[in-house]
């Protein structure tokens, strides 16, 4: 709190303020139109460029409350026109900004580009219109594949378009590994297709980057040639971390993979000279609070990542356990929560190898020690830019825990770029040969795109991948797919690792494919400064307790969350008297009222808590936790999180979270 009032102490002095008090510019939910400065953008005294400058380099993309637009004049998306008059405080304004350096952000949302897929379910670039009524004409038109395709061959042959001002570029831009900022300025639900498509008006910036005035990113200035996305990849390394289960079970798989890999490293030492692999082993038993004869929950044999002849030596130590688990269930995603939060090599494509039996305790269950489930995994290892190969092994005797196996390994093998295909593959665990030809395929043909990325032959690594037909394989050809799917998917990221959306422009685009509206092209998040999500946290922490106590007490909710708040240092400060449902009850930053998101934690009343039977209390209380778990392990991880500002404090640094990923 000190550190807050501090900044806007300094943002005080800078800014000068008017003497009488202000009303901002009110939208429709009642509150402030708000905005995002541009990088290097001055803020004048007068709606003249030629008037006082009060401040010669503004706070790039720290929030401003909007108060009068002057002449504001979006029809060329490239150069606005206009004056926003802005403050920093809701009730005073400062002085004027020029509209070409302010970002609207009415849904203090942003949109990150999706993976373009790869092989034959691969998306079209993201085409931005100069309007919507453009837009609407192109969605609506009876031959509309026909006019998207056409449109894409005369921006391929350097043409103008009179309806596009710019496109996406052809190296996809992640949002995870190149940052930029794409605000929602306005949206319109359709209902066209299937699936939700929104219209969306975005504006598009790159912090501490822009575009030149007298050459705007449009298309006439770029160029658009796919063999641009050609990053230098002599010195890629790729890192895979075996993740098994090491109960008693798996001898026979832990004694297999060690016997592939030992057949393989003469061959990966000869045949592939360029290779340039790294391996990791996690094994994995059971909770040791309830299973203490299991010797271990999660052990890392390879706290540094080794090379195939020191693995062969890791694999010798890593043995199953003797005695039986009490319960089927393992602790999966404890194990795999271990390989991707450990250490991994710098500029490396990084890759997880499950292997198990058995499925993981859930966060129902009272041995799941991670905290999480296979949705939150997944997220976590999207967060780290982690792609996961699942080998599930099916034991007839056992088919009700098959049933929950096959889903969860499917889901944590659910890859941005794939997302169709989850590089997920089950074999019979009696058939030992079987197992082995997947293992050994896989490892081998990791070492193969290895060694061609690191003689710079990407076209040829990236050929005939066909997500379709994979389907029709057998399991070894079925594996080897896999392996190259999720290498092309992780090298498309790497690739555009030094390319940046078009810049400061402010057009109209759709968030599905217009080729194929059935693929997602942008996906929606909050970005959240780090100081928000502490916020978030503590609340969620709140809640839980509160949640706990009134089922051990038998209070109603709000009861049970004031008892808690008062025994809290914010116990002075915050009420819920009168509150009719959580959102409204100020636990929770104002700021998540304002996103078009809502869930049963935020809608929570005194009713329909006293409505939940004693499993939908038991499911709600452990998908607070699991919130909770989920963004520890964000705070923690320092590389998610960007300063916008070369002036930001830590806690002014942001990350573009899912919506999904919300309480």
Known sequence: MISKRLCMFFLTLLWTFSATAETGIILEDGRILRALPRPLSKLYSQPDTNSAVLDANVRAFWPVYVFERKNVDFSDPARPKGWYKVGIQPNQSNGWMPAKDILEWKQALVVSFTHPGVGDEQRKPVLMFKSKAMLGDVVDAYDREELVDSIYTQIQQQANSPLIVSQESPCFVDIEENFYILPVIDFEEIDLFDDEAKYLQIASAVPQNRADESKPDILANLDFDPKMCQAKTQQLSFDIKFVMDMTGSMGPYIKGTKQVITDLAKDLASTYQAVEVNYGLIGYRDDLKYEP?????????????????????????????????????????AGIKEAIT???????????????????????????????????????????????????????????????????????????????????????????????????????????????????????????????????????????????????????????????????????????????????????????????????????????????????????????????????????????????????????????????????????????????????????????????????????????????????????????????ALP
């Open 293 to 333: 004869h299991q010797g271990f929950v999660v052990k890392n044999f390879t706290p540094q990542l080794v090379k195939v002849d020191q693995l062969i030596k890791v694999l010798a130590q890593a043995k199953p356990t003797k005695n039986l688990s009490g319960d089927y269930q393992e602790e999966v995603f």
């Open 342 to 660: 450990s250490n991994w090599r710098n500029n490396s494509r990084k890759f997880i190898i499950v292997i198990g039996d058995a499925s993981s305790h859930d966060l129902s269950h009272v041995q799941n020690t991670s905290g999480m489930n296979a949705e939150q995994i997944r997220e976590l290892a999207n967060t780290n830019e982690i792609n996961i190969l699942s080998i599930y092994l099916t034991v007839p005797r056992y088919q009700q825990d098959n049933i929950i196996a096959e889903p969860q390994f499917s889901q944590l093998a659910t890859n941005p770029g794939s997302e169709s295909l989850p590089l997920y593959m089950d074999v019979a665990a009696s058939n030992h040969a079987e197992f082995k030809a997947i293992v050994k395929n896989i490892v081998d043909t990791f070492s193969q795109i290895s060694a061609a990325i690191n003689q710079n032959d990407v076209d040829t690594v990236q050929q005939g991948i066909e997500l379709s037909e994979i389907s029709g394989l057998d399991s070894s050809e079925k594996a080897r797919r896999m392996a190259q799917i999720a290498a092309v998917t992780s090298l498309v990221t790497y690739l555009g690792k030094e390319s940046t959306p078009p810049r400061d422009i402010t057009p109209w685009v759709m968030d599905r494919d217009l080729m194929n509206p059935e693929m997602l092209s942008l996906q929606v998040r909050a970005l959240l400064k780090k100081s928000e999500l502490n916020d978030v946290l503590l609340a969620l922490e709140t809640i839980l307790k509160a949640v706990k106590r009134a089922k051990v007490t038998g209070m109603q909710f709000f009861q049970a969350l004031q008892g808690v708040i008062a025994q809290s240092s914010k116990g002075e400060l915050v009420s819920v008297a009168g509150a009719k449902k959580l959102s409204d009850s100020g636990i929770l930053p104002t700021w998540i009222n304002t996103l078009p998101y809502r869930s049963a934690v935020l809608n929570m009343s005194d009713d329909m808590f006293e409505a939940l039977s004693a499993q939908e209390r038991s499911n709600l209380e452990l998908d607070i936790e699991s919130k909770i778990t989920l963004y520890q392990e964000l705070n923690r991880n320092n590389d998610v999180w960007i300063k916008l500002d070369q002036r930001d404090s830590n806690l002014d640094a942001v990350y573009p979270l899912r919506l999904t």
